[in-house]
């Protein structure tokens, strides 16, 4: 069935229980039906082994609501770090087993970057050998393999990525496509993808695509999706204050439905159909009055589909 929720955001609740659940009945309040929690906003991982005790304190707030729930991985998790991978693997398995733990049906994984956004600033755009490439893909792909075989419960959501001004392509996860190719090199039922709406809308500006086709292609292994607007416009990392860029249509500004200009009626219109996954509005913390309003605008678009 398919459900409408948003995300608890991680700044906002900054590893505070008591904000967890003040933001969860709020969403109830909205009469959402679907709620994503980042296990990193929960202070729940350390060092890469997961903290049991703020586990157990999430499932039993989580338990209070009648939500489907997913949850959102570490946003710097990196399963292509040349100096730590098996840090990075350790994060990994520990979002799955916080993710089934409190019951969640599925975890957001953003795919390997050949260059991590913490590093842009320290060095410039890379050029990669394709064999290089190639062996990071790889390794990638096993790790997700290992991962999707011990957590057979929790779906795997890899999400296609934003380009940035002068440092992309930093991750293969830009091009749906490169992004579809990887799903299907890990080859397991359990690995799928999560579209993020505003990512596609900024690639396809960037990168010249038409985003309806890229759409229909991944259509068929959508699992989840994030939805956000924006007008489309890519910008540098050092961008990051979102009261200097709104006023020029800049960056992944994570605003309500309706408030950019991404065609969300023709996107939709290429899976909705059948879709039968949690639709999450992932609105920056400084949009949550507007939570409401925009799953009303949503929902809306879908009717009209």
Same mark, same amino acid.
């Given at each position: ?53 703020? %586990? %157990? ?120 496509? $490169? ?60 961008? $990051?204050?979102? %009261? ?62």
């Amino acid at each position: 069935m398919l459900s409408i929720g948003s995300n608890i955001n991680e700044v906002r609740v900054d590893g505070s229980m008591k904000a967890l659940m003040r933001d969860m009945t709020a969403f109830q309040e909205f009469g959402l039906s679907a709620a994503e929690i980042p296990v990193h906003g929960l202070d729940a991982i350390r060092n890469g082994r997961l903290d049991k005790r703020r %586990t %157990t304190e999430t499932k039993t707030i989580l338990a209070d609501f009648p939500f489907r729930y997913s949850v959102h991985a570490p946003n710097s998790l990196n399963l292509m770090d040349r100096q730590h991978v098996g840090l990075h693997r350790d994060v990994l398995m520990a979002s799955l087993e916080f993710s089934a733990e409190v019951g969640a049906e599925l975890m957001v994984y953003h795919p390997g970057r050949f260059l991590v956004e913490e590093e842009f600033g320290v060095h410039g755009p890379i050029t990669m050998e394709s064999a290089e490439e190639e062996r990071l893909l790889e390794l990638e792909a096993t790790m997700l393999q290992e991962a999707a075989d011990k957590f057979p419960m929790v779906v795997i959501a890899m999400e296609n990525a934003r380009p940035y001004l002068h440092h992309s392509p930093y991750c293969y996860a830009e091009l749906p496509v $490169k992004l579809m190719a990887q799903v299907d090199r890990i080859n397991r039922d359990n690995v799928r993808i999560n579209l993020d709406f505003g990512h596609l809308h900024m690639a396809s500006r960037f990168y010249n695509l038409n985003e309806i086709s890229e759409v229909h292609a991944i259509a068929p292994i959508i699992a989840h999706c994030h939805v956000h607007d924006n007008f489309g416009n890519p910008v540098y990392h050092t961008e $990051k204050q979102q %009261t200097h860029q709104i006023p020029f249509g800049k960056g992944d500004s994570h605003m309500p439905v309706g408030w950019g200009d991404i065609p969300f009626r023709d996107l939709l219109a290429e899976f909705i159909d059948s879709y039968q996954g949690m639709l999450i509005c992932e609105l920056r913390g400084r949009y949550f009055e507007q939570t409401r309003e925009s799953a009303r605008n949503l929902a809306a678009l879908i009717t009209c589909t």
